[in-house]
């Protein structure tokens, strides 16, 4: 589910840029981007607390902690992946 909810919030966000694209300057509301970023938090909270669970359940009890630790730093290179691409895009 969390997956699939990030999946819409990129074609929420590509229906945004759409409709920027195609009105004047400075006439389409920030508020537009308010669905998008609800619907990723939800995505992501999905996503991240099934993996966490997942992740935690199947260590062992001497690795909990290192197999959480190993899960969110996955997330942060994809984080910093991101963050590289878009700037890389971007200039």
């Known amino acids: 589910a969390g997956m699939t909810l990030g999946s ?13 694209d195609k009105s004047p300057a400075g006439t389409v509301s920030m508020a537009w981007q308010v669905p998008q970023y609800l619907i990723m938090t939800c995505g992501e909270g999905l996503f991240s607390i099934t993996g966490l669970e997942y992740a935690f ?19 942060t290179v994809g984080n910093i992946l991101t963050v590289v691409m878009v700037e890389t895009v971007t200039r």
């Open 57 to 75: 359940s199947k260590a062992p009890a001497s690795m909990k902690s290192l197999v959480a630790a190993a899960w969110l730093c996955t997330t």
């Open 8 to 20: 819409l919030a990129f074609l929420a966000a590509a229906g945004v840029q759409r409709m920027i």
